[in-house]
């Protein structure tokens, strides 16, 4: 029963269901499982996303609460249907919590979808108490965080915050099959992104629950870690075209191989941050060159950049920096690269009362904490244009996500989850903000 109580120093407080958050973080961890690598592929608005996203609604449903699908996609869980508050609830502002269920490919089975189950458990707990708090619990499972079909990162959250008012263009994947279908298949519409917005002041504070993802929590010891500030990320989709040909009829001379000009951007990516150290990182994580055959000249190739520093000024002075760069490429190879900004996300502060509040639920249940940056960006950190955010990281075994051995201790995972009750709580009780 999810009533349990946990004694704490003799004071009583409410707990959360353990073996419960274990069970589904197993089931959940089935859905896109490869069994040859023991990764888990949950693309975006994939296939087997919408199987993760089914189960999601059908234990929130079987816990008698009520999932929601907005029109980017977004699963909001609330205890009850909405439009059924009481007239003085309805006005209450909502205490958010969640993460992403969609993967990266062959990633892990805890990256966004603890946070997301570990919200459901915290939601299903505080129902079941019938405690009456002054602001609503509701949880989110926010829609293609990763961006690893559609190459949208943030996008369910950065619809949440009204940012897809303008689309740079229609949203295809990056086989250039569009985002529509698969958006409508799971239970979106593309023409209605304008009514996912939250009102400004609807959301009293928004609580992320997520692994860390590196090594700082496990080399010191610390059980719990308290997010101060998230990496500013900017995430770009270049496509090059050139002109493709015969390999063995074509002279090196006069030609335009996309993908030799897309080598020297990869090469050019890595030396803003690894040699030039204009931001902390800078990653080409995916490239695909047409017609990507042996025998043929790449006549086009379509990459993506993800540049990051958690100082906005950093950022910006890389993503220019990688702009002049590619007219060089440009001139040198004879191609053409067209630059798409997927998105802008700038870096965000923990809000300080949230840090504390989380600080706090960590000392009553004796767990060591520390405070820490995030160089992983989150839902949070779009989430944080609407509410005060606070992020909870618990150990990432090795330091190590987005590979199929990312993993956590069950204690520190239950550990997470308690803390984000008694956050939770606190918030929702109103003596945090
Ligand atoms: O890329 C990230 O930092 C996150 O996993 N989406
Ligand atoms: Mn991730
Ligand atoms: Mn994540």
Redesign the pocket.
């Not at 400004?200 to 308290?226: C, F, K, N």
């Given at each position: 029963m999810s009533d349990q109580v946990l004694e704490r120093g003799g004071q009583r407080t409410l707990d959360i269901d353990p073996g419960r958050l274990l069970r589904r973080i197993a089931e959940l961890a089935r859905i896109g499982a490869d069994p040859a690598t023991g990764g888990i592929t949950r693309e975006g608005f994939s296939a087997a996303d919408r199987a993760g996203r089914a189960y999601l609604m059908d234990q929130a449903r079987t816990a008698g609460l009520t999932p929601a699908v907005d029109a980017a996609g977004n699963i909001v869980i609330r205890a009850r249907p909405p439009g059924s508050d009481t007239p003085d609830s309805a006005e209450r502002q909502v205490l958010m919590m969640g993460s992403h269920l969609d993967t990266?490919v062959n990633g892990g089975r805890l990256?966004g979808a603890y946070g997301v189950l570990a919200a459901l458990e915290v939601l299903q707990t505080l129902t079941d108490s019938g405690r009456d708090t002054a602001c609503e619990p509701v949880a989110v499972a926010f829609a293609n965080?990763?961006g690893a079909l559609f190459p949208q990162?943030f996008w369910g959250s950065m619809a949440v915050a009204g940012r897809l008012a303008a689309l740079p263009r229609e949203p295809a994947d990056h086989h250039q099959r569009p985002l529509r279908e698969a958006l409508r298949l799971a239970g979106g519409d593309l023409d209605a992104l304008g009514s996912v917005c939250w009102p400004a002041g609807s959301i009293a504070a928004y609580l992320e629950l997520h692994i860390e993802?590196g090594p700082v929590l496990e080399r010191s010891g610390s059980r719990i870690g308290v997010v101060e500030a998230i990496t500013g990320?900017t995430v770009l989709t270049l496509d090059i075209r050139g002109s493709a040909g015969h390999c063995g009829t074509s002279p090196m001379t006069g030609r335009h191989d996309a993908l030799t000009a897309a080598a020297r951007v990869v090469l050019a990516t890595e030396h803003l941050a690894a040699e030039r150290r204009l931001c902390r990182v800078a990653t080409v994580g995916r490239l695909d060159a047409h017609p990507n055959t042996p025998n043929t000249i790449a006549g086009a190739v379509r990459l993506t950049v993800d540049l990051r520093d958690t100082d906005i000024w950093r950022l910006t002075g890389a993503e220019q920096a990688l702009r002049r760069m590619l007219r060089t490429v440009e001139t040198a190879t004879g191609t053409r690269i067209e630059v798409t900004a997927e998105t802008r996300s700038d870096p965000v502060r923990a809000d300080l009362r949230l840090r504390a509040a989380v600080a706090h639920a960590a000392d009553a249940l004796d767990l060591t904490h520390e405070a820490l940056p995030s160089g992983?960006?989150?839902d949070a950190q779009v989430v944080a244009d609407l509410a005060p955010i606070g992020m909870i990281f618990v150990p990432s075994l090795g330091g190590i996500s987005?590979v199929p051995e990312e993993d956590s201790r069950p204690e520190d995972l239950v550990a997470g989850a308690r803390v984000l009750l008694r956050t939770a709580l606190d918030v929702a009780d109103g003596t945090v903000l």
């Amino acid at each position: 029963m999810s009533d349990q109580v946990l004694e704490r120093g003799g004071q009583r407080t409410l707990d959360i269901d353990p073996g419960r958050l274990l069970r589904r973080i197993a089931e959940l961890a089935r859905i896109g499982a490869d069994p040859a690598t023991g990764g888990i592929t949950r693309e975006g608005f994939s296939a087997a996303d919408r199987a993760g996203r089914a189960y999601l609604m059908d234990q929130a449903r079987t816990a008698g609460l009520t999932p929601a699908v907005d029109a980017a996609g977004n699963i909001v869980i609330r205890a009850r249907p909405p439009g059924s508050d009481t007239p003085d609830s309805a006005e209450r502002q909502v205490l958010m919590m969640g993460s992403h269920l969609d993967t990266v490919v062959n990633g892990g089975r805890l990256d966004g979808a603890y946070g997301v189950l570990a919200a459901l458990e915290v939601l299903q707990t505080l129902t079941d108490s019938g405690r009456d708090t002054a602001c609503e619990p509701v949880a989110v499972a926010f829609a293609n965080e990763e961006g690893a079909l559609f190459p949208q990162p943030f996008w369910g959250s950065m619809a949440v915050a009204g940012r897809l008012a303008a689309l740079p263009r229609e949203p295809a994947d990056h086989h250039q099959r569009p985002l529509r279908e698969a958006l409508r298949l799971a239970g979106g519409d593309l023409d209605a992104l304008g009514s996912v917005c939250w009102p400004a002041g609807s959301i009293a504070a928004y609580l992320e629950l997520h692994i860390e993802q590196g090594p700082v929590l496990e080399r010191s010891g610390s059980r719990i870690g308290v997010v101060e500030a998230i990496t500013g990320r900017t995430v770009l989709t270049l496509d090059i075209r050139g002109s493709a040909g015969h390999c063995g009829t074509s002279p090196m001379t006069g030609r335009h191989d996309a993908l030799t000009a897309a080598a020297r951007v990869v090469l050019a990516t890595e030396h803003l941050a690894a040699e030039r150290r204009l931001c902390r990182v800078a990653t080409v994580g995916r490239l695909d060159a047409h017609p990507n055959t042996p025998n043929t000249i790449a006549g086009a190739v379509r990459l993506t950049v993800d540049l990051r520093d958690t100082d906005i000024w950093r950022l910006t002075g890389a993503e220019q920096a990688l702009r002049r760069m590619l007219r060089t490429v440009e001139t040198a190879t004879g191609t053409r690269i067209e630059v798409t900004a997927e998105t802008r996300s700038d870096p965000v502060r923990a809000d300080l009362r949230l840090r504390a509040a989380v600080a706090h639920a960590a000392d009553a249940l004796d767990l060591t904490h520390e405070a820490l940056p995030s160089g992983a960006g989150h839902d949070a950190q779009v989430v944080a244009d609407l509410a005060p955010i606070g992020m909870i990281f618990v150990p990432s075994l090795g330091g190590i996500s987005h590979v199929p051995e990312e993993d956590s201790r069950p204690e520190d995972l239950v550990a997470g989850a308690r803390v984000l009750l008694r956050t939770a709580l606190d918030v929702a009780d109103g003596t945090v903000l």
